[in-house]
């Protein structure tokens, strides 16, 4: 059984500095990793085929990455028998170590595990959650200052990120209460010590 922890949060709420601990830490992050960008200097440790596999589900769907309406309802039924589904079960068969931890962060995940939750079962993965919470109104603000966003899109961010942190919860996800862990990412530091985090994840694997 391969362990995945996977980094759920919405954009800008501080996955890109958590998951460059794990990093530090030696933890799996994959080969192929996006390149660093003037907003996000230190790297966004996303690996490259995670994001272009959901770039392209949302693409499926005529949605992005910073579109603020719900996927369709029956946006899952759509994948059914899907060669993606296939190309994602390989990469989970061949990127995750089976003998190391390995992490797989992108904020799209947020919106699209449940897609990938059947994949890692089927591919004997067990996965683990962090889950980075940010004041809405930050994130809001964050997204406008980088994306150029305008007031009204900025809006519907704030509304968009703090309904999205009232559904994220381990049933809307199917996954076992206990596999889910919260990090507050404002006005809360603590979990950036490397020591927090990696007590934290010899708790988690023991």
Sequence with gaps: MKNC????????????A????????????GSRLLETQPDNPKGFFENK??????????ETLNSAWDDTFPLPPDWLERFD???????????????????????????????????????????????HFALLIRNPLEIAYSLAHRNGFSTEKNRCFYGCSTCW????????????SSSLNPFCTARDSAWRARSTVQAWLRQLLR
């Design 5 to 16: 922890l996977v980094i759920l949060g919405m954009h800008r709420s501080g996955t890109s």
């Design 18 to 29: 958590f998951t460059g601990i794990l990093d530090l830490l030696g933890i799996n992050l």
């Design 49 to 58: 085929y995670v994001v272009q596999a959901n770039d392209c589900i949302l």
């Design 81 to 127: 028998d899907c060669q993606l589904l296939v190309d994602i079960r390989h990469f989970l068969r061949t990127d995750l170590a089976p003998d190391q931890l390995s992490a797989l962060k992108d904020p799209r995940l947020s919106r699209l595990l449940p897609l990938w939750l059947p994949l890692f079962r089927a591919e004997g993965v067990a996965p």
């Design 165 to 176: 942190m009232r559904s994220v919860t381990p049933g809307h996800y199917h996954a076992p």
